[in-house]
């Protein structure tokens, strides 16, 4: 059974102020209702002015997707009623979007290139935000913070052609690292990226699945949708037709829509208030960075990096950035150390990228390549020093950890008496290591690791403990 | 000098929604100068209604930009006037206030949706006052309280602030009792507002001259014909007869358009309002919304409660002339339709100087009498023609028919102001004597 | 020709209150107001975009908001800072 989906993406572009007013964007820390003017409260009279910047980033995106930007776009009014949205109509881009027609390369479920065509990129303003006390269900009414209103969102919408929830999630993966590559967005900030996502099973009814408010939810939510068409499917029951459904993000749920939101009529007509734009001569003066799947093939290329780090270190821009800063100590090492160990360490505390200094990170693969410790006793280092960085205190150097805590990396004969110990009290062990069972011996030198906390090279305790085995009579 | 203006006004016309009895003004071009403004037109820390109870209280925490420019040339700004609600009207009747009385005669309506403002003029109140005119709301009851109105190009007065009813047709304009003091507020409204996207950077300066020598003067067909009352065109012939005497040329025109310009203005005023309108809900501003209610219910309670019934049905037309399935049939036809007009414009403006006619068909209506709403929208004939093409027009009283006045229309090019007002101001000076 | 069940759902996109003993009246001169439009019928064309003016734009520079009592000064009730609002069921 192919699955079909297609997404349409909001995204908050990160300029200074609001879409169409001079409010400050920087609302997430502040109380609500602070950052609010006439324009972006709906008063009456007030009028909407265009963020100049907002239309250059949506340009900047419409060039990195390969999309066409027509001569002439133009706003529109969406009329629907909702306490959110305080003129009771959103500005918004219709029949006349910023830009059509692009792709973005990802890889399909096989590893092997794919191009995703974009419909359409255009510009609308988010709406503010409704609070529930007591959470959820139990409020009697709204509460509404006004500050979100305004935002400027890009939305992104693409052509049915994806086709599992995993492709999907590389899918926004690949869109998220390259609009921060742009410099447009900022996937950090909460709620700074929202999904809506058609799906159905080929051949059957399509359902919409609103709501999901983040990157990691979109797999979730998808797979969840997936299986529920797939076993009405085989019971036989009809997939409801042109069905909305909600994701519900703490059960990973979606449920049907209570309102018929597919029946809106949102009498559409062209915003009076505002003029039409006609900047696709602008496209051409814009200048892109390097994008991410540019930056993979530059990594392989440069630093000799295998393509799967590559991939996996030019996936987010922060990561790539620190990535570059830290080649230097050693490429392929640094690779290694930054996309198998030093990323689940962050995912596993929660932590940004951000929070950990490259220097530090430079010192600790230094001291690996030194071979001043073993690679056991890098991973103790790393824990400690981001346990150090995320209680926000000064980052602690890992030379100054293995100092402290003594995990140099030791000659074996330093360990000589701990390994007589062993030896000594395994008896059995040693009787079987004689009799032939190579098993033995690594179970005698795991005890010695954990008698040296893993400061010492396991092959060379090995050696050691074989010896001293020869030496001992039996 | 800055000081404050004691205002106690005997406002027997109901001209006045809010007044402030003591004004305070500061120094520049209108020193001292009581200015009422129209309702719909924002005033920080004074209550800013458009003459709908939805609004009642509603306090804005800015001024519109024309109320920033009238009191940084020092007007006191008095109080704000009466109008149709949200200026849905030709009569100042759909008020949620009581509607204004003609000070011309009090059996008569004032026009409007400006009554008030024309009002307030005409009994004395005040010396001048800012309109608006979606589709003659300035000229209309200009020229039925007696009083001189203009409307300006779409376009050269920033409309930041007003309380938009139709965006795309609306101009907020001066009103007084003579030319010279309608050219005196326009320089004063028409400073360029980056904050109107729509608005141009054409500043209005100019003294008004009665040099009207070799003026050409186009004479519509439409603006004499069928629905004019035959007294009215008369009056105005005769209006056009002294320019002539004062050196201008007169010229018979056509404006094609003008059948289909009335159905193509209500499709788009309706449209754009039923959209701007839906804002009112009691939930930032106007009498709260239940909110132990359901949304939807609360919505509609607040709206059926506080909306009079124009505005309601104004609100309905435009949702249906923008719902699915008619879209093309009236809003896309409508801008078809406007494209026409304002080609037709062009057309004779660039044969003639300016055009003339009657500003309304007809003197001003008793009170009550226009109670069907159709036949209320076909008084607005002549006047919304220059909404749709976004041209300048002015009313200037040019005599009586049965002891109410008639106003003469002269309607300009695009950024032309200077030369309506010159005609204008010819016949003020010079015609009527 | 709009019947009295249009007009009602019509009220009802517009999200509008109508009196039951409105609606017949307001049927008669909805469709007196629809005959008049039909004018438009002799109309021919299509809608374009003919700008006068295009590509207004504001620098992105922030400027000052409103402080908080104003913007809820108008509110019919607030709570905690934000406004209160029926809630949508
Ligand atoms: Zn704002």
């Given at each position: 059974m192919t699955v079909i989906i297609g997404l349409e993406i909001h995204v908050q572009l990160?300029?200074?102020?609001?879409l169409f007013c001079?409010?400050?964007?920087?609302?997430?820390?502040d109380p609500p209702?602070?950052?609010?003017?006439p324009v972006c409260l709906g008063l009456p009279g007030a009028l909407p002015r265009l963020n100049r910047k907002a239309v250059e980033y949506g340009l900047k995106v419409a060039k990195a997707l390969n999309m066409e930007v027509p001569e002439e776009s133009e706003f529109a009014r969406k009329n629907y009623f909702y306490p959110d949205l305080p003129k009771a109509f959103q500005i918004t881009q219709y029949d006349k979007p910023l830009s059509i027609r692009g792709v973005l390369e990802i890889e399909d479920d096989e590893g092997h290139e794919k191009l995703v065509r974009i419909t359409r990129a255009h510009l609308e303003e988010d709406p503010g935000r409704l609070v529930h006390k007591g959470g959820g269900?139990?409020?009697?009414y709204s509460l509404v913070d006004y500050?979100?209103?305004?935002?400027p969102l890009l939305e992104i919408v693409t052509e049915p052609?994806?086709?599992?929830p995993q492709e999907a999630r590389r899918f926004l993966g690949r869109l998220r690292a390259t609009l921060e590559y742009l410099g447009v967005?900022?996937?950090?900030?909460?709620?700074?990226l929202r999904v809506d996502a058609n799906i159905s099973i080929k051949g059957y009814e399509r359902v919409e699945v609103k709501n999901i408010s983040s990157y990691k939810g979109v797999e979730k939510a998808l797979t969840f949708e997936v299986t529920r068409q797939r076993n009405l499917i085989r019971r036989g029951q009809p997939v409801t037709v042109r069905e909305t459904r909600h994701f519900q993000e703490g059960r990973g749920v979606t449920t049907a829509s209570?309102?018929?939101?597919?029946?809106?009529?949102?009498?559409?007509?062209?915003?009076?208030d505002l003029r039409p734009l006609?900047?696709?001569?602008?496209v051409e003066e814009i200048e892109l960075p390097e994008l991410p799947v540019a930056r993979k093939n530059r990594f392989v290329e440069?630093?000799?990096?295998?393509l799967n780090h590559a991939r996996t270190l030019t996936g987010d821009l922060k990561i790539a950035e620190f990535f570059e800063k830290i080649a230097s100590v050693d490429p392929v090492l640094a690779a290694t150390w930054t996309a198998d160990t030093l990323l689940g360490e962050l995912n596993y505390r929660s932590?940004?990228?951000?929070?950990?200094p490259p220097g530090h990170f430079a010192g600790l693969l230094k001291l690996l390549k030194e071979d001043t410790i073993t690679d056991k006793a890098a991973v103790q280092v790393l824990r400690t020093m981001l346990d150090s960085c995320a209680a926000g205190n000064e980052c602690e150097q890992p030379a100054a950890i293995v100092e402290r805590e003594g995990l140099a990396r030791a000659t074996g004969v330093d360990f000589a008496a701990i390994v007589r110990t062993v030896i000594a009290g395994n008896p059995q062990a040693v009787e079987d290591y004689r009799a032939g069972k190579k098993g033995a011996l690594n179970f005698l030198v795991g005890q010695v690791m954990r008698e040296t906390r893993g400061r010492a090279d396991p092959r060379e305790l090995g050696e050691l403990v074989a010896a001293c085995i020869e030496t001992t009579e039996g | 000098m800055a000081g404050t203006l004691s205002f106690a006004p005997d406002d027997r016309c109901n001209a006045f929604i809010t007044t402030c009895d003591a004004a305070p003004y500061g120094d520049?071009?209108?020193?001292?100068v009581a200015v009422a403004v129209k309702d719909n037109i924002s005033t920080c820390g004074i209550q800013t209604t458009c003459g709908s109870r939805i609004l009642a209280g509603y306090v804005p925490p800015y001024d519109a930009h024309v109320v920033s420019l009238l009191r940084g040339e020092?007007?006191?700004?008095v109080g704000k006037t009466n109008m149709d609600e949200f200026g849905?009207?030709?009569?100042?009747?759909?008020s949620g206030y009581g509607p204004t009385l003609n000070?011309?005669?009090?059996?008569r309506v004032p026009g409007g949706s400006s009554g008030g403002s024309a009002a307030a003029v005409a009994a004395g109140l005040v010396p001048m006052a800012l309109g608006t005119d979606t589709g003659g709301s300035i000229r209309c009851p200009a020229a039925f309280c007696g009083i001189v109105g203009l409307k300006p190009?779409?376009?050269?007065?920033?409309?930041?602030?007003?309380?938009?009813?139709a965006n795309s047709l609306e101009q907020i304009g001066p009103m007084a009792r003579s030319v010279g003091e309608v050219s005196r507020l326009m320089e004063v409204i028409s400073s360029y507002d980056s904050?109107?996207?729509?608005?141009?950077?054409r500043p209005y300066t100019h003294q008004p001259s009665a040099?009207?020598?070799s003026l050409r003067i186009g004479l519509p067909q439409e603006y004499f014909?069928?629905?004019?009352?035959p007294r009215v065109a008369e009056t105005v012939r005769s209006a056009i007869g002294r320019l002539e005497d004062l050196g201008a040329e007169t010229v018979p025109c056509a404006i094609p358009s003008m059948a289909y310009a009335l159905a193509a203005y209500y499709v788009i005023c309706t449209s754009e309002a039923s959209s701007n309108l839906?804002?009112?809900?009691?939930?930032?501003?106007?009498?709260?919304?239940?909110?132990?209610?359901?949304w939807h219910e609360a919505f509609q309670e607040v709206r059926g409660e506080h909306f009079g019934k124009e505005v309601r049905r104004r609100i309905m037309l435009g949702t249906f002339a923008l719902s699915a399935g008619y879209y093309g049939k009236y809003y896309g036809k409508a801008q078809v339709a406007r494209r026409n007009v304002r080609q037709d414009f062009e057309r004779v403006l660039g044969e003639v100087d300016v055009i003339a006619g009657p500003?309304?068909?007809?003197v001003a209506f008793r009170l009550?009498?226009?109670?069907d709403p159709l036949s209320m929208y076909l008084s607005d004939i002549l006047t919304v023609p220059a909404n749709l093409a976004g041209v300048p027009a002015i009313s200037v009283p040019c005599g009586t028919v049965d002891g109410l006045p008639v106003g003469l229309q002269l309607i300009g090019r695009h950024f032309a102001e200077e030369q309506i007002i010159d005609a204008a101001y010819a016949y003020e000076q010079e015609g009527s004597a | 020709m709009v019947s009295e069940i249009e007009i009602e759902s019509i009220a009802k996109l517009a999200d509008i209150d109508l009196a039951r003993d409105e609606v017949a009246g307001f049927t008669r001169e909805f469709n007196a107001i629809l005959e008049y439009f039909d004018?438009?019928?002799q109309v021919s064309g299509e809608e374009t975009l003919t700008p006068e003016?295009?590509?207004?734009f504001r620098e992105d520079e922030p400027g000052g908001c409103l402080p908080q009592e104003d913007v809820l000064a108008n509110a019919g009730s607030t709570e905690d800072g934000f406004v209160k609002a029926p809630r949508v069921m």
């Open positions: 990160n300029t200074a102020t609001k001079s409010c400050s964007t920087d609302y997430r820390d209702n602070t950052h609010c003017c269900d139990r409020a009697r500050n979100r209103s305004g935002i052609d994806l086709r599992s967005f900022d996937g950090d900030k909460e709620g700074s209570r309102s018929k939101e597919e029946e809106h009529d949102y009498r559409y007509f062209p915003e009076p006609s900047v696709a001569g602008w440069q630093y000799g990096i295998s932590m940004s990228i951000a929070a950990v | 520049g071009k209108l020193s001292g020092g007007a006191a700004i849905m009207g030709t009569t100042t009747e759909t000070p011309v005669d009090q059996t190009t779409y376009g050269r007065v920033s409309r930041y602030g007003l309380v938009a009813y904050r109107d996207s729509t608005s141009f950077d040099d009207i020598e014909g069928e629905g004019v009352d839906a804002r009112f809900d009691g939930v930032r501003y106007g009498p709260p919304a239940p909110t132990q209610k359901q500003t309304m068909p007809t009550g009498e226009k109670s | 004018a438009l019928d003016l295009t590509n207004v």
